[in-house]
């Protein structure tokens, strides 16, 4: 066994005492503050409650500065600012909001309608908001920082345009979108990246710089083309090759022949490529398998493709676009095996195509998830006769937790800097009643964070500024009804 989970394992029993006497005594100070109060305690030894920022309310968005909270009710949405404002009905129902990263506006729309959608734009401190279109179709997108909201809008006749409204320079009572170009046909779609909008009409291409207005007509496509996340890139694969150019400059930056003639011969690209990052283009690829009886189902393979050249990254399986642990991923499926014994082993990836870990792992009863960057990966495991195992794997090195006790549940998470693991496991009570806790464990020692009255979402939002998880929570009402509220979880 190496020394690391030697160390691990005994420092485990260490720790373990430990948290037995942090349980007897329930020694805690409240983490946080404000909001309103989480109820009565269940027990005088269950600990800390953890604050309930909004009863009968479902999470919507935090903005990144951490000022003000979006919430879903019975009524409609509403706002309120943090740590402690009362919530404020804003609007009706709304499907989703974004938030710019200072807290200065948020964005919001509705649920399509016919494939048509409502787009509104909030200031913190006003009750109204500002229209800025009711006929939206397909996404409404934005950068980071709010800096616009772009999407296509529907006229008469079914003629669409671009539509860009700017932070700066909407009116405190009045947002009125600029139209830098009108689509032709009724198919167009609209992507983003930064501050780079990518029009498709047909097979006719076009960027917009979106604080400008700038158009670059791109001309006719030969085939249905990427673009990546952060808008520096875009290119396309056709036949046997793939072309990729810099979106500021036009310039061509490479063009690779992806396929192997000797093994894929006539091989094609199956569908648009894929970029998940500014560097790789992954082209799903099919084809006839040289030398195979007719009837027999195309083969499938993923080609990976940088400045350096193209290679087969997974063969015999079919992507596609995922998220693990909210990060951009992709998932592959191996093709059907055409003998009697196969070991299937569909697997997820990331965005250049590495392995993350296996679909279904036998021995995991939960994740694995995984730090930002897929740097950190945490799994928890059954440990025959002993309880639970949690381990956390980073630079090929493994540290476990031995945990006793009811099985832990999700959430199951790793939190902002300082990087900790989260997860949920229930303490009985001298009664015999047990109470669920949020713990965290950063490979040296566990903390508990307080008890939850209700049942937690098993993910909600994360902010580091300072680090806080804001989560949905299904609590028990006195007639045996149940209702969501909106918890806050200091880290």
Avoid at 37 to 51: F, M, Q
Avoid at 258 to 269: F, K, S
Avoid at 367 to 374: A, I, T
Wanted: net charge negative; charged share 20%.
């Amino acid at each position: 066994m190496p020394v690391h989970e030697r160390r691990s394992l005994a420092g485990s029993t260490r720790r373990m005492l430990g948290l037995l006497a942090l349980l007897l005594t329930a020694c805690h100070s409240e983490p946080g503050g404000g909001g309103e109060d989480a109820g009565t305690p269940p027990g005088e030894d269950a600990g800390v409650p953890l604050t309930t920022v909004t009863r009968d309310a479902r999470l919507l968005h935090v903005d990144e500065s951490q000022t003000f909270l979006i919430s879903l009710r019975k009524d409609g949405t509403y706002a309120q600012s943090l740590p402690a404002g009362e919530p404020v009905r804003i609007a009706d129902a709304v499907e989703a909001a974004y938030g710019a990263s200072d807290g200065s506006s948020a964005v919001l729309w509705s649920e399509a309608v016919g494939g048509l959608r409502k787009v509104w734009l909030w200031r913190p401190g006003a009750s109204d908001l500002i229209p800025l279109t009711s006929s939206a179709r397909g996404g409404v997108l934005h950068d980071r920082a709010l800096s616009y909201v772009a999407f296509l809008e529907e006229g008469e006749n079914g003629a669409r345009s671009v539509r860009v409204a700017r932070m700066a320079t909407c009116a405190p009572g009045a947002c009125v979108p600029s139209t830098p170009v009108q689509a032709q046909g009724a198919d167009a779609r609209l992507w983003n990246g930064g501050g780079t909008l990518f029009l498709l009409d047909g097979m006719r291409a076009t960027l917009i710089d979106a604080a400008s207005d700038t158009v670059s007509a791109l001309g006719t496509l030969p085939a249905a083309p990427v673009f990546s996340p952060g808008g520096t890139r875009y290119g396309w694969a056709v036949d046997n090759h793939v072309v990729l150019f810099d979106t500021a400059t036009g310039a061509q930056l490479w063009d690779h022949v992806w396929r192997d003639e000797e093994y894929q011969p006539g091989w094609l690209p199956a569908g648009a490529p894929m970029m998940l990052d500014e560097v790789h283009v992954l082209v799903n690829t099919q084809g006839p398998y040289r030398g195979a009886p007719q009837g027999v189902p195309l083969g499938h393979s993923l080609s990976k493709c940088t400045s350096s050249g193209c290679t087969v990254a997974v063969s015999k399986n079919e992507c596609w676009p995922e998220r693990v642990s909210g990060q951009p991923a992709i998932y592959c499926r191996e093709e059907l095996c055409p003998f009697v014994r196969c070991d299937f082993v569909n697997s997820y990836r990331d965005s250049a195509a590495a392995w993350l870990f296996k679909a279904g792992e036998s021995d995991t009863w939960m994740g694995p998830v995984f730090s930002q960057g897929f740097l950190d990966a945490a799994r928890l495991k059954p440990q025959a006769g002993t309880g639970f195992l949690l381990e956390w794997s980073v630079n090929n090195a493994t540290s476990k937790l031995l945990l006793q006790g009811p099985q832990p549940t999700q959430p199951f998470l790793f939190t902002p800097e300082p990087k900790r693991l989260l997860y949920r496991q229930a303490v009985q009570q001298a009664d015999g009643t047990p109470v669920d806790h949020l713990w965290t464990w950063d490979r040296e020692k566990v903390v508990d964070l307080g008890w939850v009255e209700g049942t937690p979402a098993e993910s909600g939002i994360l902010r580091d500024q300072p680090p806080t998880l804001y989560l949905d929570v299904r609590q028990p009402r006195p007639d045996g009804t149940h209702s969501l509220s909106i918890l806050r979880v200091p880290l």
